[in-house]
């Protein structure tokens, strides 16, 4: 990349953790992962900058913040409207991704096959919700409206063993776990299905973005 980067990447598990100073100009930052990134989440490490996230089925004319509860905020500056390629990702001028003479660090996800999967749906407003294929049984899943208000919600076997899946983290708050249907999700042995008619689920005609881990990665996946 134009921005010298430190990185430890395991391209085999689609993860690298990336360190350079941003220059306050549009540029790019190597990640060594080999495949281009689904997912980018960068952090300043002074002051109190956002979570910019990168989210391919987001697209790359705006970001999604990580500790709030906001819409995408649309703005070029965040990843000078390019989507990452097999050895670089960019940033523009946001103090976000890029603040001059500033320390970042950015976590890159690419996807593997049986093991981690990025996507997003399109809201029906109906509780018999979409089915997201992801190929393997979900150990962890964390999903964000993007065209209006909404949690980070985060969703796992070990705090909901069975279906209905409905024990609830939310990426930016300190509250405690909710029980609440309006965020209610099936975790299946290929994907999850959205059980839900929650804005910040399955709101009509929103767009919502996902990741997705594995419980049992690289095609043992059991069923549930």
Same mark, same amino acid.
């Given at each position: 990349?134009?921005?010298?980067?430190?990185?430890?990447?395991?391209?085999?598990?689609?993860?690298?953790?990336?360190?350079?100073?941003?220059?306050?100009?549009?540029?790019?930052?190597?990640?060594?992962?080999?495949?281009?990134?689904?997912?980018?989440?960068?952090?300043?490490?002074?002051?109190?900058?956002?979570?910019?996230?990168?989210?391919?089925?987001?697209?790359?004319?705006?970001?999604?913040?990580?500790?709030?509860?906001? $819409?995408?905020? $649309?703005?070029?500056?965040?990843?000078?409207?390019?989507?990452?390629?097999?050895?670089?990702?960019?940033?523009?001028?946001?103090?976000?991704?890029?603040?001059?003479?500033?320390?970042?660090?950015?976590?890159?996800?690419?996807?593997?096959?049986?093991?981690?999967?990025?996507?997003?749906?399109?809201?029906?407003?109906?509780?018999?919700?979409?089915?997201?294929?992801?190929g393997f049984r979900p150990a962890w899943i964390m999903y964000?409206?993007?065209?209006?208000?909404?949690?980070?919600?985060?969703?796992?076997?070990?705090?909901?063993?069975?279906?209905?899946?409905?024990?609830?983290?939310?990426?930016?708050?300190?509250?405690?776990?909710?029980?609440?249907?309006?965020?209610?999700?099936?975790?299946?042995?290929?994907?999850?299905?959205?059980?839900s008619t929650g804005a910040g689920t399955n709101n009509s005609?929103?767009?919502?973005?996902?990741?997705?881990? $594995?419980?049992?990665?690289?095609?043992? $996946?059991?069923?549930?």
């Amino acid at each position: 990349g134009s921005i010298a980067s430190q990185v430890r990447a395991q391209p085999s598990a689609g993860f690298s953790i990336v360190s350079y100073t941003g220059t306050g100009s549009n540029a790019t930052i190597g990640h060594n992962l080999n495949s281009a990134p689904d997912v980018v989440i960068t952090k300043c490490l002074t002051g109190t900058n956002s979570w910019a996230v990168y989210h391919r089925y987001s697209g790359n004319g705006g970001a999604l913040l990580l500790n709030v509860s906001d $819409a995408e905020d $649309a703005s070029i500056a965040y990843w000078n409207y390019t989507h990452p390629t097999s050895t670089v990702f960019s940033v523009g001028t946001s103090a976000q991704t890029n603040g001059s003479g500033q320390p970042f660090i950015a976590y890159c996800f690419s996807p593997v096959d049986s093991y981690s999967s990025f996507g997003s749906w399109i809201g029906t407003g109906d509780a018999d919700g979409p089915l997201l294929y992801t190929g393997f049984r979900p150990a962890w899943i964390m999903y964000k409206r993007k065209n209006g208000s909404g949690n980070w919600v985060i969703r796992d076997t070990k705090r909901s063993p069975h279906n209905v899946s409905n024990t609830t983290l939310v990426a930016e708050s300190s509250e405690v776990e909710s029980t609440s249907s309006v965020w209610n999700v099936d975790i299946l042995s290929n994907g999850f299905k959205i059980r839900s008619t929650g804005a910040g689920t399955n709101n009509s005609g929103d767009t919502y973005v996902y990741l997705a881990f $594995a419980s049992n990665p690289f095609k043992t $996946a059991r069923a549930r």
